[in-house]
């Protein structure tokens, strides 16, 4: 076998588990291989908390997941995989690692030694907050509650299945001092919210930050995988949440030179217009852009307005204050800077009030924290982006009219001055100090937290008009890209990016991307759906809420068949309890409100998943050759267009998967097997991996077609269903033409005269190789059997 190449031209995600180990991607290989891809793109490998589904609570750094299979295990996996000319990518976590003591050895050291511990410099903790102790926020009630159930056992403090190191010449002293005496305070969970004093994970308080912009602690935490590479072991590397970092691209140079220059994306999310900064040494980002862009593609701009209104019409009052998207997004933010973020918009505050009390420049003077936390709030809530860069970026980013607008929610003008000085020191107008970089560092990654918390796991459940539009990346006010925008965001690709990552579904998906293609239709039949729902929803009670109602019976439209009906109640029940936690409208994880989630469970057994579901179903089989159409459409799209595709786990065949963790489930392999659906390949999945490994083995045929010195055009077809005829060519040599808005084009009369306009030659369709095409091929004939149709140049 040869060599994988050193840019894939194709990886396949695994999310390896304790039920998924590297003995069991061994044995995939073959499968994978045949399949088409150059790597396996494996999920997080070192060291994590025990019985971790995801890997991402990392706790040691230097060794290799014992419950994986150890190092042993991945070097195994790593040779049969070169034995089938695969590589391996892996999936790194430099931003945050699992704050778990009794696991964690650095950390363990930290909490017993205190500042003074040579891997203190590890954890990002604001050691002047708290009395100099950190707060760990694992106790079930208040201390006097809880008191009882801390044990000393030798220099151990444990509590339930936590334990603390003690530190030295502390265990012989009564509780309320020996708590006193220690590096680290436990408290009530609840004060997580208020008080904590480390930089965490979003608002996830079991993940602590780690500050890797110092460089002995990036070259400490980055050892084993930079050994790993440099090996030969693997070859590659997505790097995950790098907006979390101090510097990202600081970071990212480093990682650049230590890794001698490997093939890496980062998972960084693009607002609509952004741009990945030019400056970061990667191949591009994992691909939530691409996501986005090949989702609108199967969306109707008309449609979706239409959906929009029946949606109104269907959860008021019940929508976030009228269904408003950019509404919805600015309340949902404020929530979660003064909820779920309020530790961290107070520690930012006190690093500005501290700049501006110690400043020399008077202009910075007198001002009230209160003022600052007021300004910080009303710019931070007003960002459209994760996060600025630089103070050059912060321009563009906290805008002139975003500060005009922060201004005026001051009642006293005098006040309002707090805004320019905040917009002042992120633009760098008051120079570079320690200070100054200190706070825009903290700005950044406040702004990314609270765009995660407040767009993806806020306002993404609360503004539902149609879900597949609320993936990670995308972006629900206005979902549809036109074949005009799509094509000018390949050329792009093409010319800037052309080793991207592009994905359709992943780990951290919402929703796959079949359950997203089989919603898209619903913009091609607003009012059929308004009205299949009014009559399945008549007599259905309890409906706890319109706006859930609207989500559920549109989760189970997407969901489709799916094997056992037990089984797929439960799948949907759990998918939509984690709906209206995250919405935080009526319940929430941290506020659980157990009427309202039990009278969630009987809807959905009661409607949505009993004998009212039938006529979604109903619905949904008399669409199914527009879904159809979705699903081929899009996974020929993903496969060749510019960038290297990431097939996730089980999607070479149709896949139907709702939010974590129905959508980590081990994969299955063998073969009689399913291919990993999970039963619900229905009867499209065979056409959607013929389709899959057509694509594939063409990529791996003819690398030069589609790599990053290929070349893009678009293809447009001409008569009066031209607009339904997605189509472009790679490098003159292939061509991809889809099906969009199938539903539409058969309303209106189907192909008629359409016809697409080939590129000089004789093109054969890749997957009938009998059926040729010259000049101007006629769409009635060019998509008689499929939806999706990849043609090859023949030799002259």
């Known amino acids: 076998m040869p060599p994988a190449p050193a840019v894939p031209t194709a990886t396949y995600r695994l999310q390896l588990q304790p039920g998924f180990p590297f003995s069991a991607a061994t044995t995939a290989v073959p499968h994978l291989a045949a399949l088409g891809v150059s790597h396996l793109h494996l999920s997080p490998v070192l060291e994590a908390v025990p019985g971790s589904q995801h890997g991402y609570d990392v706790v040691d750094p230097t060794r290799v997941r014992e419950e994986l299979g150890g190092e042993e295990g991945l070097r195994e996996l790593s040779r049969t995989a070169r034995d089938h000319g695969l590589g391996l990518i892996l999936d790194i976590v430099p931003n945050h690692m699992a704050m778990s003591p009794r696991h964690n050895p650095a950390l363990w050291e930290v909490l017993r030694d205190g500042p003074s511990s040579p891997r203190a410099r590890w954890f990002d903790i604001d050691w002047e907050a708290q009395g100099g102790q950190v707060l760990l926020p694992v106790l079930g009630g208040p201390l006097g509650e809880e008191a009882d159930r801390l044990k000393v056992d030798g220099d151990v403090l444990r509590y339930h299945e936590h334990a603390f190191p003690l530190r030295e010449g502390t265990a012989g002293l009564p509780l309320p001092q020996l708590l006193d005496a220690q590096w680290y305070r436990p408290v009530w969970w609840r004060l997580a919210r208020t008080e904590l004093n480390y930089r965490r994970f979003f608002s996830i308080s079991e993940l602590i930050g780690v500050r890797v912009e110092d460089p002995e602690v990036f070259e400490a935490t980055h050892a084993k995988i930079l050994e790993l590479l440099h090996e030969g072991v693997v070859d590659g590397l997505r790097v995950d949440h790098p907006d979390g970092l101090a510097d990202p691209g600081g970071y990212l140079r480093r990682l650049h030179e230590a890794t001698g220059g490997r093939w890496t994306v980062v998972e960084k999310i693009l607002a609509d217009g952004e741009a990945l900064p030019a400056s970061w040494p990667v191949a591009g980002t994992t691909g939530y852009d691409a996501l986005r862009h090949v989702d609108g593609l199967f969306m109707d701009p008309a449609g979706f307005g239409e959906l929009l209104d029946r949606y109104r019409a269907f959860a008021a009052p019940q929508t976030d204050r009228g269904g408003d998207w950019d509404a919805t997004v600015r309340r949902a933010a404020y929530k979660v800077l003064t909820h779920e973020l309020a530790a961290e918009t107070d520690r930012l505050t006190r ?344 694509a594939l083995a063409l990529r791996a045929r003819r690398p030069e077609v589609f790599g990053t010195s290929a070349s893009y055009e678009p293809l447009g077809a001409v008569g009066p269903a031209a607009d339904h005829c997605l189509a472009f060519t790679r490098s003159g040599e292939v061509v991809t033409a889809v099906t969009r808005l199938s539903l539409r084009l058969a309303e209106s009369g189907g192909w008629r005269d359409t016809r697409l306009p080939l590129p000089r030659g004789r093109w054969s369709d890749v997957r009938e190789p009998g059926r040729e095409f010259e000049g101007e091929a006629r769409a009635a004939e060019l998509f008689a059997a499929s939806p999706a149709v990849l043609l090859e140049r023949l030799p002259e």
Not at 461 to 466: E, G, W
Not at 560 to 572: K, Q, S
Not at 574 to 592: I, N
Not at 608 to 616: A, D, E, H, I, T
Request: proline content about 7%; hydrophobic content about 40%; glycine content about 10%.
């Open 351 to 694: 690093v500005a009030a501290r700049l501006c009390s110690t400043s020399p420049e008077t202009a910075l003077r007198d001002r009230a924290p209160w003022a600052l936390r007021t300004a910080l709030t009303e710019l931070l809530v007003r960002l459209e982006v994760y996060r600025p860069y630089s103070p050059e970026d912060a321009a563009a980013v906290v805008t002139e009219e975003a500060a005009a607008e922060a201004r005026r929610a001051f009642a006293v003008p005098e006040e309002a001055g707090a805004v320019d000085v905040v917009r002042d020191l992120l633009l760098g107008r008051y120079g570079d100090g320690p200070a100054q970089v200190e706070f825009r560092t903290r700005f950044a990654q406040t702004a990314s937290a609270l765009r995660a918390k407040s767009v993806e796991d806020t306002a993404f459940y609360r503004y539902v008009p149609l879900l597949s539009a609320t993936e990670v990346g995308g972006e629900p006010g206005g979902p549809a890209v036109g074949p005009d925008r799509f094509h000018a965001y390949c050329a792009r690709v093409q010319r800037d990016w052309p080793a991207t990552g592009t994905v359709l579904s992943t780990h951290d998906a919402k929703r796959s991307a079949d359950v997203r293609a089989a919603l898209h239709v619903l913009t091609e039949c607003p009012g059929r759906w308004a009205d299949v729902l009014a009559e399945a929803s008549r007599g259905v009670e309890p409906v706890p809420d319109a706006q859930l109602a609207w989500a559920a019976w549109q989760t189970v439209f997407g969901l489709g068949p799916a094997g056992d009906e037990r089984a797929r109640e439960e799948r949907v029940r759990e998918a939509l309890l984690k709906h209206v936690r995250e919405a935080g409208l009526f319940t929430s994880w941290t506020e659980q409100e157990p009427p309202y989630e039990e009278a969630v469970a009987r809807f959905v057994a009661a409607g949505p998943c009993g004998v009212p579901g039938r006529k979604v179903a109903e619905l949904r089989e008399t669409l199914e050759p527009y879904i159809r159409a979705n699903v081929l459409g899009a996974a020929l799209v993903h496969l060749t267009m510019p960038g290297v595709p990431d097939l996730y786990q089980g999607t070479e065949r149709e896949y139907r998967a709702l939010v974590d963790p129905d959508n980590r489930t081990p994969p299955r392999f063998g073969e009689n097997d399913d291919g990993g659906d999970g039963g619900d390949g229905g009867g499209s999945g065979s056409e959607k991996e013929a389709v899959t490994r057509a």
